[in-house]
């Protein structure tokens, strides 16, 4: 009955909706022609004027000079400076304009011959829209239920929410897209192969304003869209099962066919301003590996999954229609729900908060950890009765395919990432450029997220250095910087908690497990006592679950008590960085840990 009734729901929700999705491409004639005598001054050559809530031109046949350019304006204050450069990147478009008219003006620079064409426009389908406004009123008896009032939207995003965006194709909005450390825009494979390629959702938008009366799509100003490049791209998934346990039964769903999760990696081209997305909006995520599902056994973990996905509010608040969101949830031990053998390559989490999708809109939204800018993978799709599945950043296809999406010969630079074993990948970046330089391959690209690098520059080698998500400046003289950022400790408590609560030790009968000092400076004495005699593997983890030293492998070790020091190195001899860690012993039939915290 539950299934029925939230299905019911659904399709009212999409029936009442999918109206205000009406638009069409009318074909217009407009040609306008100059020759090398006319330069110098911009004049309007003319005002296009269509009865639709938003306007695209498409210049079709086009041909500008070096030095000419168009400028579209409308009444609002949006402007659009298009050279012939910027023509060829929006495929001989337009931005979207919000409102019914769009001036056109030309300068014809120095001995430029010009033609200008209008050969179409896209507009909302007004005369749909007319007949369906009693079907959008009555959303709001629609929407009138409990999940609205504990719905979790956070208006007071952090900064670097301003990396997500989301997609459109005009009166259109669907799914999410962010940024990575190299610029790529990561998705869904849902967006980037079936919407993008196939639906004409070929323009990503950031700093969305609120929706127009019934909830409308309102576009930002074109300097805030930027168009896709529809041909280049990668796309996976993965398939996993549930195994059958908890309160769900996987035999009852239905409509779901094969189980799997997905997602795309595509490339934003630059916009009128001449950037793209990570250097005009200067922020970016940075990418870890997920958790390993032993770590997720033994505390808790909180993550923000941004997005742009249609919610119940949005049917009661019609100008949050499509606007930025936070869904604030805990992680789930993917080996507990799971029968997949590489069951730590997905992020599961719970969808219990209050924020309940009608759709599957929010496809693609980073999964970060809570308050920080750090991805943990790639949400697909909210699920009505198990846990949410994302793909995790310990699935290689995907990690390696964000890595090299632009160049196999690259590679990354972040001062403020928390890693110290840094190998150059995206997911480990250099802390310092010259660090970079000097394992960078001849001819091969050096990737700098924004920040003030300090260094002494002395380059010998040839080398591209690129900066695609942010301002970078690279000081003349100075000394080498200390890294700026760690993972903090708080990272594992309860959102908006403080400081560490009770005692971090995990001790249960069995091995007797303790460490002492705790936390430590220089070293920490790791103790344990064994029942019996048996092999024994005793390992150090970081709070992401990656193995950064073994301190114990044997065969075979005899039963009572054993103690191992560990010196705060990793397996490359070098210091460990500051934070949380994860002390864990294992014999042929138990597993215990401990979790440290080094100074």
């Known amino acids: ?69 168009l400028v579209l304006e409308t009444a609002d204050g949006a402007k659009q400076k298009l050279h012939y450069r910027d023509l060829e990147n929006w495929g001989f478009s337009s931005a979207y304009f919000n409102g019914n008219a769009v ?70 909005s669907y799914g999410t897209g962010w940024i990575a450390p190299n610029g790529a825009i990561v998705t869904s494979q849902r967006v980037a192969y079936n919407l993008v390629q196939e639906d004409g959702y070929d323009v990503i938008e950031f700093n969305i304003p609120p929706s127009n009366h019934y909830g409308s799509v309102n576009h930002p100003g074109p ?31 239905d409509g779901y066919g094969e189980w799997h999760t997905t997602w795309g990696i595509i490339e934003a081209l630059p916009n009128s301003t001449g950037l793209r997305p990570g250097e005009r909006q200067q922020h970016h995520f940075q990418i870890v590996r997920n958790p390993g599902s032993f770590t997720l056994e033994s505390t808790n973990v909180w993550v923000d999954i941004f997005h742009y996905g249609e919610i119940t509010t949005d049917l009661i608040y019609e100008s949050q229609y499509r606007t930025l969101k936070t869904h604030v949830t805990k992680l ?21 908060n209050g924020d309940i999708t009608l759709s599957d809109s929010d496809t693609g939204a980073p999964i970060a950890y809570n308050q920080f800018n750090i991805a943990i993978g790639v949400h ?81 080698k040839a080398v591209t250095l690129k900066a695609p998500v942010g301002k970078v400046v690279i000081g003349e003289e100075g000394v080498f910087n200390t890294r700026k950022a760690t993972l903090p400790r708080e990272l594992f408590l309860e959102p908006e908690t403080a400081g560490l609560q009770g005692n971090l030790e995990e001790n249960d009968s069995g091995f007797d497990l303790k460490s002492f000092p705790n936390p430590f400076t220089l ?64 014999t042929g039939s138990q597993s215990k840990i401990v979790k440290v915290i080094k100074n």
């Open 1 to 69: 009955m539950k299934k029925l009734m939230i299905d019911v729901v659904l399709c009212v929700v999409i029936f009442s909706t999918s109206p205000l999705w009406a638009q069409k491409i009318i074909p217009y004639n407009f040609y306008h022609q100059t020759d090398s005598s006319a330069e110098g001054s911009l004049q309007v050559i003319t005002t296009v004027n269509a009865s639709s809530n938003f306007l695209r031109l498409y210049f079709k046949g086009t041909q500008l000079g070096k030095e000419s350019y």
């Open 103 to 172: 001036k056109v003006s030309l300068y014809t620079g120095k001995g430029d011959m010009n033609k200008i064409i209008i050969n179409a426009v896209k507009v909302s389908d007004g005369e749909m829209e007319k007949s369906t406004v009693k079907d959008v009123v009555g959303r709001k008896n629609v929407s009138s239920q409990p999940a609205v009032a504990n719905s979790d939207i956070n208006y007071e995003l952090p900064p670097h929410a301003a990396a997500v965006g989301r997609f459109t194709n005009g009166n259109k």
């Open 223 to 253: 300097d805030d869209q930027y168009p896709v490049n529809i041909n280049k791209r990668d796309i996976g998934s993965e398939n996993y099962n549930y195994k059958r346990k908890h309160d769900f039964d996987i035999e009852n769903e």
């Open 332 to 352: 789930l031990p993917s080996e507990e729900y799971l029968t997949s053998n590489d069951h730590d390559n997905f992020v599961l989490y719970n969808k219990d």
């Open 380 to 460: 697909d799709d909210f699920l009505f009765w198990p846990p949410a599945v994302g793909t995790g950043f310990r699935n290689s296809e995907l990690l390696n395919g964000l890595d090299h999406f632009f160049s196999s010969d690259v590679v990354y630079v972040d001062q403020n990432s928390f890693w110290d074993s840094s190998t150059g990948a995206i997911d480990k970046p250099y802390f310092q450029v010259l660090d970079a330089i000097d394992h960078a391959d001849i001819s091969g690209i050096v990737s700098i997220a924004k920040g003030t690098y300090d260094e002494p520059m002395y380059v010998t």
């Open 523 to 586: 070293s920490t004495e790791i103790n344990y006592s064994l029942e019996k005699s048996s092999g024994v593997d005793v390992s150090v983890y970081d709070n992401l679950g990656n193995k950064i030293k073994s301190l114990v492998h044997e065969k075979i070790q005899s039963h009572g008590y054993h103690s191992v020091v560990w010196d705060g190195n990793n397996e490359s001899g070098l210091q460990a960085m500051p934070g949380l860690y994860v002390i864990r012993i294992e």
